[in-house]
T-cell receptor
Framework: EAGVAQSPRYKIIEKRQSVAFWCNPISGHATLYWYQQILGQGPKLLIQ????????DSQLPKDRFSAERLKGVDSTLKIQPAKLEDSAVYLC????????????FGSGTRLTVV | AQSVTQLGSHVSVSEGALVLLRCNYSSSVPPYLFWYVQYPNQGLQLLLK??????LVKGINGFEAEFKKSETSFHLTKPSAHMSDAAEYFC?????????????FGKGTKLSVKP
C-alpha cells in the first residue's frame, strides 16, 4: 500500500511569511496527526483529526497555526506568520480508526525560517 | 502528566555488541509505551509497543523491550548490533492511556555503530 505522502519535502521562508504543508494519508485511515519535530527533540503533537473533526488541538499555537482536513482525507497545516522558532520538521501520520497507535508516518516537511 | 526521559542523547557501540537504550516514563494512567526508529531524512517507524499483557515485547529487526512497572522503565535492547541499526531512537508514552492515539515522545537517543 502507498504510504503517507507529504509535500513539499523542504521549504525555506523568511520570518513573517506564510507557509502551508500538505498531507495525504493512507487510504482508509480515519485518524490523522500532525507532529512538530524541532532539531534535537522528539516529535510533539500539534493536532489530531478523526475523519474531518478535530480530536485534540491543545498544543496547536492557534494564533499562527491552523489546520484542516478536507472531506476526511487530505490535510493542510498552515503557519501565518512564521517565526524563527517554527523551524522544524513537520510530520504527518495516519492510522485506522480504532487501531490506536498503529501509526504510519510520512517523511516530513523540513521548514527553515530565516 | 505523562512524560518520557531517555537517558543518553548519544550511545555508541561496536558491531556485534549489546545495544541498550534507556527509557523511563511517568504516567498517571496505565501506560501504553512505544519505541520508534528514525533514519536520516525519514519519518518514524514503529519498532515495538507495549499496551497490555506480556511485559517482554519483541519488535522488528531483533529489538525487544521490557516493561517494568516498579522501575517505570521500558528499556530497548538488541543482543548484537548491526551497522544498519545506526539511527535515532525515540521512546514514547500515550498521553491519555489507551483511549487515544496521542503520544508524548522523549528527546531521542542517537545510536552509532562502530565497525
Amino acid at each position: 500500500e502507498a504510504g503517507v505522502a507529504q509535500s513539499p519535502r523542504y521549504k525555506i521562508i523568511e520570518k513573517r511569511q506564510s507557509v502551508a504543508f500538505w498531507c495525504n494519508p493512507i487510504s482508509g485511515h480515519a485518524t490523522l496527526y500532525w507532529y512538530q519535530q524541532i532539531l534535537g527533540q522528539g516529535p510533539k503533537l500539534l493536532i489530531q483529526f478523526q475523519n474531518n473533526g478535530v480530536v485534540d488541538d491543545s498544543q496547536l499555537p492557534k494564533d499562527r497555526f491552523s489546520a484542516e482536513r478536507l472531506k476526511g482525507v487530505d490535510s493542510t497545516l498552515k503557519i501565518q506568520p512564521a517565526k524563527l522558532e517554527d523551524s522544524a520538521v513537520y510530520l504527518c501520520a495516519s492510522s485506522l480508526l480504532g487501531q490506536n497507535y498503529g501509526y504510519t508516518f510520512g517523511s516530513g516537511t523540513r521548514l527553515t525560517v530565516v | 502528566a505523562q512524560s518520557v526521559t531517555q537517558l543518553g542523547s548519544h550511545v555508541s557501540v561496536s558491531e556485534g555488541a549489546l545495544v541498550l537504550l534507556r527509557c523511563n516514563y511517568s504516567s498517571s494512567v496505565p501506560p501504553y509505551l512505544f519505541w520508534y526508529v528514525q533514519y536520516p531524512n525519514q519519518g518514524l517507524q514503529l519498532l515495538l509497543k507495549y499496551t497490555t499483557g506480556a511485559t517482554l515485547v519483541k519488535g522488528i529487526n531483533g529489538f525487544e523491550a521490557e516493561f517494568k512497572k516498579s522501575e517505570t522503565s521500558f528499556h530497548l535492547t538488541k543482543p548484537s548490533a548491526h551497522m544498519s541499526d545506526a539511527a535515532e531512537y525515540f521512546c514514547a508514552v500515550s498521553r491519555y492511556g489507551g483511549s487515544q492515539g496521542n503520544l508524548i515522545f522523549g528527546k531521542g537517543t542517537k545510536l552509532s555503530v562502530k565497525p
